[in-house]
């Protein structure tokens, strides 16, 4: 690294959503400036900035992580998973089916971290209690109070994603 904070791209290379990338910013900086920097990524969101809220909340190799304080070079030659790799529009992860169908978001400014740590728990535990539930997304703060209706949304898609 030069003293300007010019970082060779070939140093951090991770996988983000199932494809290698390797973004041009400096080690030290935070993977959210990457994602939502020059991976042109919207999902992550700054909110606090002290993983206080959780808007900012990633997977990286399955587990929730706070982008908004984790250096870059953190995640080299990991599986980072943001809230555009969960599904598309025209197929939908049943986490974000179940969010629209109960309109368990008002702003959805905290959805995407909210939706990520859903993710990782359901993968961990595939029918989850309500404790579970909060327990997992007790880092997440709603400003909406929304908080019933993201519960039932996450308890609906465990449901629903329970083999037939």
Do not use: W
Request: net charge negative.
């Amino acid at each position: 690294m030069d003293p300007h904070g010019a970082h060779d791209p070939g140093m951090t290379r991770f996988t983000l959503n199932g494809t290698e990338v390797a973004p041009s910013i400096a080690a030290d900086a935070p993977l959210l400036a990457a994602l939502r920097g020059p991976l042109g990524l919207s999902g992550p969101r700054f909110g606090c900035g002290e993983e206080q809220c959780g808007a900012c909340v990633v997977l990286v190799d399955g587990t929730p992580a706070f982008a908004c304080t984790m250096p870059v070079a953190a995640v080299t030659g990991k599986c980072v998973e943001t809230v555009e790799g969960l599904g598309t529009p025209e197929a939908p992860h049943p986490l974000q089916r179940a969010f629209l169908e109960l309109q368990a978001g008002q702003c959805g400014y905290c959805l995407s971290g909210i939706l990520m740590a859903a993710a990782a728990l359901l993968r961990r535990v595939p029918q989850p209690s309500a404790a579970q539930v909060k327990e997992a997304l007790d880092p997440h703060l709603c400003r909406c109070g929304s908080h019933n209706r993201i519960l039932r949304a996450v308890l609906r898609a465990a449901e629903e994603m329970q083999p037939a």
